[in-house]
């Protein structure tokens, strides 16, 4: 086990939001907000095997004691309701929160209904008792854009997984900016080597379709007899970093135990998933072990290549650091981090070769 400080001290951070503008005519903008990201003593455990996938806890006893609920729990109660706007928008939803929790939004939610499925691409927090609000999506359906029998209202999706690494990637490092080819290329490959190697239907451009199928639904149920009760074993386990084949890909730290138990399951079994789909690039052997130092140079993150900041709301901002083999993201809700994540690049796709180069 091992203890690390995330992020710096008092590290001011500049947030420009997507909709900051004159308050009218000729007026100066308002001054843009900003927030201090502090340090976050962490300690790692693990990790925790299951076939060619590696587990590891993050543990920390700051913690944030509001209460939260997710999306799917919101929209499941109907305390939560996302709809079309009046003019119907692909990048944007409304939603509301009439609950009395503040909802905790994941990148990588996925949406079923309305004119096209679509995923959230940043995390960010609606308080309780919210009114409408814009929600920032991206499509994960490229060819539709007729209403379905629920309207303009958008559900839950069957399955409860969330977006693969690679597409969740590919929508937020564009986030406010126009991303969105991006997206549906990554929807159409992934849905494509599941049908390959999962034998999942494709017979729509949604990426719901995939996820929600049979097959991946088996292989989520076959992760959580493995991994179901391991949050709840650790009280103080507010994280989670994932490794397929012997490479860490994603670290997620959350503001407090309850959440992170209801996030970790959507989370570790869409890894399963990858897992499922990668296992063949092991050849048959064994997947490289995966120690807790290298979950601590993974946050350590490498040189920083750029950085940028993005505003959501009036209340939540983004910050993106590229990295040299990740990407760092760090969410602030009214001034306070509530979400910090690194995440590796997805692997660059191989050159085509041109008819000459292959004879």
């Not at 009218?24 to 900003?34: I, L, S, V």
């Not at 119907?88 to 096209?116: A, P």
């Not at 940043?122 to 929600?135: A, E, F, Q, Y």
């Amino acid at each position: 086990m091992n203890r690390r400080m995330l992020l710096g001290v008092g590290l001011a951070l500049l947030v420009v939001p997507l909709w900051a503008a004159a308050d009218k005519k000729g007026a100066e903008p308002k001054a843009p907000p900003t927030f201090e990201v502090k340090d976050l003593k962490v300690r790692v455990s693990g990790p925790y095997v299951h076939d060619n996938m590696a587990v590891f806890l993050l543990h920390s006893t700051d913690q944030d004691q509001r209460d939260f609920i997710t999306l799917d729990q919101g929209l499941d109660r109907k305390v939560v309701a996302v709809s079309e706007k009046a003019q119907e928008q692909v990048g944007e939803l409304m939603i509301e929160n009439n609950s009395d929790k503040f909802l905790f939004l994941q990148e990588g939610d996925r949406l079923q209904g309305g004119k096209q499925d679509r995923i959230i691409y940043t995390s960010l927090v609606v308080p309780p008792k919210s009114g409408k609000l814009p929600l920032p999506t991206y499509c994960c359906e490229a060819s539709r854009w007729t209403l379905g029998k629920d309207g303009k209202e958008f559900k839950s999706t069957e399955n409860k997984i969330l977006s693969g690494k690679d597409v969740r990637y590919s929508a937020k490092s564009n986030a406010g900016r126009s991303g969105q080819g991006e997206v549906w290329r990554e929807v159409a490959r992934q849905k494509m080597m599941a049908q390959v190697k999962l034998g999942t239907a494709n017979t729509t451009s949604s990426l719901n379709e995939a996820l929600d199928s049979k097959e991946v639904k088996k292989i989520c149920a076959d992760c959580d007899k493995v991994y179901k009760d391991l949050p709840g074993k650790h009280a103080d386990a507010i994280g989670v970093a994932v490794a397929v084949n012997g490479k860490l890909e994603e670290i997620n730290i959350y503001p407090n135990p309850q959440l992170f138990q209801a996030l970790f399951p959507r989370l570790v079994q869409s890894y399963a998933v990858q897992a499922n789909l990668d296992r063949d690039k092991l050849k048959g052997k064994p997947a490289p072990a995966v120690a807790s130092a290298d979950v601590d140079r993974f946050m350590s993150a490498g040189k920083e290549k750029g950085k940028r900041f993005e505003g959501i709301n009036a209340e939540n901002g983004i910050r993106l650091r590229d990295l040299e083999k990740e990407m760092e993201c760090v969410t602030a809700y009214r001034g306070r981090a509530i979400h910090r994540q690194w995440i590796s690049k997805p692997a660059p796709p191989p050159e085509e070769k041109s008819p000459r180069d292959k004879k």
